[in-house]
């Protein structure tokens, strides 16, 4: 999932800078290198654990002057790629500075009228992923001829600060709750999973197919999306309604989860109170059922015959 966001940000890149070209400019300005640049980082870095900090690092060092510069006086082009820069930032790693980021920046193009559907869609879609309730509602008001998909509201106390938080999915409504989950006594398996990953769906269907496995799953198992920028609910909503051993929740922030070394659906993650045991990542076309035995024969969810 988070490749096909990035193919998206390298489109987006790609048809930007042709515009340019068509237009008879055929230099790329300073931003748009320096995107380009960090687009390069995010590229070469493709499944690594330190891709995130690797982003970060590089847009800290590349868009540094953004939070200082006065927007008024940057040319629509340089906006352009500096909502993007700070988009992917934000996207791998939700943090207040990367948000204010794109949230001067897309002020800045709203006011000279030139920012693209998809440029708010996207800044919509990092108020939910920044966990930004209440300015996601805002937003939407303002933006009603926008298509935008409905504000999703948030019930109950906070959990921001909260280790292992979640938000559960109203079954029915446009609405989450905070929550936490408890990893730190006996055996568990965290599922790090998306009810619209195909790997997910294929990892499913075997381990309900198999009375053994689904049994140990629907009592051991806690099953977590990752905090992307998906507003729409309605899959999460689904998948509840048809795994109702194994529902679905969203994590708050990545950074509640320092099990969780990369967010790769599916991965299946074993504790024995609160420790990491083992690891399986992935689904392939023959399945990962024998693995995820080994796993859990360790954690005694499974009896050896």
């Known amino acids: 999932m988070l490749a096909r966001l990035l193919f998206f940000f390298v489109v987006t890149a790609s048809v930007l800078f042709s515009v340019s070209v068509r237009a008879g400019d055929d230099e790329l300005t300073s931003w748009e290198k320096a995107y380009l640049e960090l687009e390069k980082v995010s590229r070469d870095n493709a499944g690594s654990e330190d891709r995130t900090h690797l982003i970060s690092a590089s847009y800290a060092k590349l868009f540094k002057s953004v939070a200082s510069t006065d927007l008024a006086k940057v040319t629509s082009r340089d906006l352009h790629a500096m909502f993007m820069a700070a988009a992917s930032v934000d996207f791998y790693e939700t943090t207040d500075a990367h948000l204010s980021d794109l949230r001067r920046v897309i002020a800045a193009l709203e006011d ?18 920044g966990r930004k309730f209440d300015e996601m509602a805002t937003f939407y008001a303002r933006h009603q ?12 106390a906070p959990v921001g600060d909260v280790r292992h938080a979640v938000l559960k999915v109203d079954p029915i409504g446009n609405e989450v709750s905070g929550s936490q989950v408890d990893l730190d006594k006996g055996a568990r398996i965290l ?34 999306a990752p905090a992307d920028r998906g507003v729409d609910l309605a899959p999460f909503q689904d998948w509840n309604k048809k795994h109702v051993g194994t529902p679905m929740t969203i994590a708050y922030a990545a950074d509640d989860w320092p099990e969780v070394r990369i967010w790769q659906t599916p991965t299946f993650i074993f504790l024995k109170d609160g420790k990491v045991t083992g690891e399986v990542i992935g689904w392939p076309k023959e399945g990962n059922s024998e693995a995820l035995r080994r796993e859990m024969l360790k954690l005694g969810l499974l009896q050896a015959h």
Do not use: M
């Open 191 to 224: 599922v790090v999973a998306h009810p619209l990953c195909h790997f997910t769906q294929n990892a499913t269907a075997t381990i309900e197919s198999d009375a053994t496995l689904a049994k140990a799953f629907g009592s051991a198992s806690i099953w977590v």
């Open 112 to 129: 000279r009228h030139d920012a693209s559907a998809g440029e708010v869609e996207k800044f919509y879609a990092a108020l939910f992923q």
């Open 145 to 156: 001829d926008a298509g935008l998909a409905k504000p999703i509201a948030y019930r109950g």
